[in-house]
């Protein structure tokens, strides 16, 4: 077992409905199906725990019905909570909207997860092999960027700090951006993200831009892109980019977490980073074949995978050179 996952970001319920396409201004759809499921960073949280790391959430559940909900889904898959839950308010809730094409659009409404104060962070202690994470989400809310930013950069220096910006950079302050990617170890973003912090052009140019500009600490910056699978960029000046894997999507809610969790736990267990992004890439592949945001595959799912990959390279490759 590796170290644990220390995750201060949010977790919220997700109330997701499918549908064949997003309606018209105006007008209504009924859903094919209706599920109320734990969302937000517990989906992260998921895939590092099933790939192999010890998990604990160092951020904010509610009182009421939607936080009692996500306590029983982090009991479930075995994640324990550092901080009480809040005594103000309820967890929060997004509706996903699932189309026909496996893409998703999202509306969120912030609960106890929005409110981090330094007496709440104060309870979360990480230990010798810990990794941290947190997203992009709960440096957005006004209420908890500031305790949260602050806790960061007190972070011991050789504790790993993981950050994904996430879609909603553009409601993070850019002083408190600016200090959570100074202390950055890995930066994982997809390329509009990279593009929003370190401006326009390819993936590599702003892999050179954030390492040279924006987290000068970081060990590496990996940039998502979706289907076509990464790029990692390493501080040392190291470019590679790391092909994803074709598989028929019906859900890609949640390939992001599923990426970044398996890419953790790939990292904590030693991988170089090149090979965990490969893995990433695996699990996220196998995500998006299944229905959920928190679909991420185990350990074993994964590397049967990889092997079922590689040993179909070596057929192809064989026949080619039959044929030739």
């Keep these: 077992m590796s170290g644990r996952l220390v995750h201060v970001g949010s977790a919220v319920v997700d109330y ?20 109320r499921v734990a969302g937000g960073g517990f989906n992260m949280m998921v895939a590092a725990r ?20 996500l306590r029983a ?17 309820d967890s929060g ?37 810990d990794w941290v994470f947190t997203s992009g989400y709960t440096l957005s809310y006004p209420g908890s960027r500031d ?28 002083p408190i951006l600016d200090r959570v ?41 990996v940039i998502r892109d979706g289907a076509q699978g990464c790029l990692v960029r390493l501080a040392d000046g190291g470019t590679r980019a790391i092909p994803g894997f074709e598989v028929a999507a019906v859900d890609t809610n949640g390939a992001g977490d599923a990426h970044i969790g398996a890419f953790v736990s790939g990292l904590s267990r030693d991988m170089p980073p090149c090979e965990a992004a490969r893995y990433a890439n695996a699990a996220a592949a196998i995500s998006v074949t299944r229905h959920g945001g928190s679909s991420a595959p185990t350990d074993a799912e994964t590397q049967e995978f990889l092997a079922r990959r590689v040993q179909a390279a070596i057929a192809q490759d064989r026949e080619r050179e039959a044929t030739t």
């Design 73 to 89: 889904a982090f009991a479930a898959e075995g994640i324990s909570t550092l901080t009480p839950p809040s005594p103000l308010m």
């Design 181 to 221: 990617l100074a202390r950055t170890t890995w930066l994982s973003c997809n390329t509009s993200e990279a593009a929003a912090i370190a401006g326009s052009g390819d993936a590599q140019t702003a892999a050179i831009r954030l390492l040279a500009d924006h987290c000068r600490k970081a060990v590496g910056v």
């Design 16 to 35: 997701v409905y499918r549908i064949d396409a997003l309606p018209a201004p105006g007008t209504e759809k009924t859903a094919s199906s209706y599920a």
């Design 147 to 174: 305790a949260l930013a602050d806790w960061i950069e007190a972070l011991p220096a050789e504790v790993p700090f993981v950050f994904d910006p996430t879609p909603v950079i553009a409601e993070i302050p850019r």
């Design 93 to 129: 809730n997004c509706v996903a909207m699932i189309s026909g094409d496996a893409e998703r659009t999202f509306v969120s409404w912030p609960g106890a997860e929005s409110r981090l104060t330094r007496d709440m962070m104060a309870s979360v202690q990480v230990q010798a092999g």
């Design 50 to 69: 099933r790939t192999g790391m010890r998990v604990v959430f160092g951020g904010q559940l509610g009182t009421g019905p939607d936080g009692d909900f």
